[in-house]
């Protein structure tokens, strides 16, 4: 009996280095060889160089001179990474016809010289309340209060968004999107707050 008990042992024992060690280690090192940013969260800096957030979470954006994201539902306030999830409303629930009404009305009252449809996109949380994309009707909504705001032309503002606009992936997965904070950098990049 203590032969297969000290047998099970070693074996529980090599196996434990083997998956909580070993492989873990090789994976980590794998990874930062050769996906170092993905693998360190796809963090983007400003140009002074202090982190300002990921490429990958979506962040609150609320004065005129930056494209806006799409609404959170994580958390109290949104955007709240420890409370990623969405709102799961249905199509006919009260609670999200009065705030999608809100957003619409929250939207033309912040850019009054857009008269096209509202983008869904901007109205309409994610499922996990973080996407940091807008569809690119979204952006190109935005534009005239953006360029307004950094007293810029609209075409200086769309030619910055159509370079950072992002194809489907691998030619066919997916819409093109547009990365706020991405666009957001490149804006205080190339036009600088007043």
Same mark, same amino acid.
Request: charged share 15%; hydrophobic share 40%.
């Given at each position: 009996?203590?032969?297969?008990?000290?047998?099970?042992? &070693?074996?529980?024992?090599?196996? $434990?280095? =083997?998956?909580?060690?070993v492989?873990?280690?090789?994976?980590?090192?794998?990874?930062?060889?050769?996906?170092?940013?993905?693998? +360190?969260?796809?963090?983007?800096a400003?140009?002074?160089?202090?982190?300002?957030?990921? &490429?990958?979470?979506? *962040?609150?954006?609320?004065?005129? /001179?930056?494209?806006?994201?799409?609404p959170?539902? %994580?958390? +109290?306030?949104?955007?709240?990474?420890?409370?990623?999830?969405? %709102? +799961?409303?249905? #199509?006919?629930?009260?609670?999200?016809?009065?705030?999608?009404?809100?957003?619409?009305?929250?939207f033309? %009252?912040?850019?009054?010289?857009?008269?096209?449809?509202v983008?869904?996109?901007?109205? $309409?949380?994610?499922?996990?309340? =973080?996407?940091?994309h807008?569809? #690119?009707?979204? %952006? /190109? @909504? *935005?534009?005239a &209060?953006? @360029?307004k705001?950094?007293?810029?032309?609209?075409?200086?503002?769309?030619?910055?968004?159509?370079?950072?606009?992002?194809? &489907?992936?691998?030619?066919?997965?997916? /819409?093109?999107?547009? +990365?706020?904070?991405?666009?957001n950098?490149?804006?205080? /990049?190339?036009?600088?707050?007043?």
């Amino acid at each position: 009996m203590w032969q297969q008990m000290t047998q099970g042992l &070693r074996m529980m024992l090599v196996l $434990t280095v =083997l998956t909580g060690v070993v492989y873990p280690g090789v994976v980590t090192g794998l990874c930062q060889a050769f996906f170092r940013g993905q693998a +360190n969260g796809s963090l983007l800096a400003a140009s002074d160089g202090h982190v300002i957030g990921s &490429r990958l979470i979506g *962040q609150s954006f609320t004065r005129p /001179e930056y494209l806006q994201p799409r609404p959170s539902a %994580a958390g +109290n306030d949104g955007y709240d990474a420890m409370a990623s999830g969405g %709102a +799961n409303y249905g #199509p006919t629930n009260q609670k999200l016809i009065d705030r999608v009404a809100a957003s619409v009305a929250a939207f033309r %009252a912040a850019n009054p010289d857009y008269s096209g449809p509202v983008p869904a996109d901007l109205v $309409t949380t994610s499922f996990s309340g =973080l996407d940091p994309h807008v569809s #690119p009707a979204s %952006a /190109e @909504a *935005q534009v005239a &209060r953006v @360029a307004k705001a950094r007293g810029v032309s609209i075409q200086q503002v769309q030619d910055l968004i159509a370079q950072s606009t992002e194809g &489907r992936d691998l030619g066919f997965l997916g /819409e093109p999107r547009v +990365n706020v904070l991405v666009v957001n950098l490149a804006l205080d /990049e190339s036009f600088p707050r007043r």
